[in-house]
């Protein structure tokens, strides 16, 4: 089995899979990190719950965009399961041509989403993935990570209108009956949903004008993207676990 760790900037999500079955997951607040027994406790019951421990896992990979929790999770994980884990970075060989700049600024979890994509999917491609940001990667049809763009994720600019705004207040991120709205509520959940799907919808539109080339799949995951991938007129496919699959992957291939 192998278990893996995703460090994002609000969840720590802990997958495991058996080759390439995944099992379960668990989700863990990254705030709660800074006590790595309550991670540690966790992740031993979560093992328990899938009737798995550490002499079934033979593999521990970790995937992180919070850079300073990277070498406690790891340190843990040897703790735990006597052995040295995996990190998914940059400097993998994941056997795809990274056309970025400075690739060691390329996010990490970017990257699994466009080697899964690449892998599970076919290319050329374009991922949306919808969390705490808004990330848009793209695969063109050799096989090769071109770059993507970031906007703020849908609930984080959600949050600075409640707060910035005296006479508004939070409501839930849901499509609403019509866009033209009668009270604040409808009006807020409109403007937000709607207008996430026109950002969402316009940045694919872009992208694929740019990239230039025919039948490019289009796949989601992340969050919030069970919410708005039926009313995209681009998104294709969502998979709610494509971030594991590509570190998975990443593992498989450097092996």
Known sequence: MLLIFDIGNTTIATGLFDRDKFIDQVKIPTAAAADISFVENTISGFLKENQADSRTCDG??????VPYLTPPIAKMAETMFSKKAWVFDHTAHLDMKIHYNDPAQLGSDR?????ATKLLYGTPAIVVDLGTATKLEVVNKAGEYLGGAIAPGIAIAAEQLFERGARLFPVDIEKPEKIISTNSADAMKAGIFYGAIGQIDYLVKKMLDELGEK??????????????VPYSKFIQKYDPILTFQGIR???ELSR
């Open 60 to 65: 521990v990979a970790i995937c992180s965009v």
């Open 249 to 251: 992957l990443g593992f």
């Open 215 to 228: 039948d490019v799949k289009i796949i989601a995951t992340g969050g919030l993207a069970e919410k708005f």
């Open 111 to 115: 990257l699994a989403n466009a080697l």
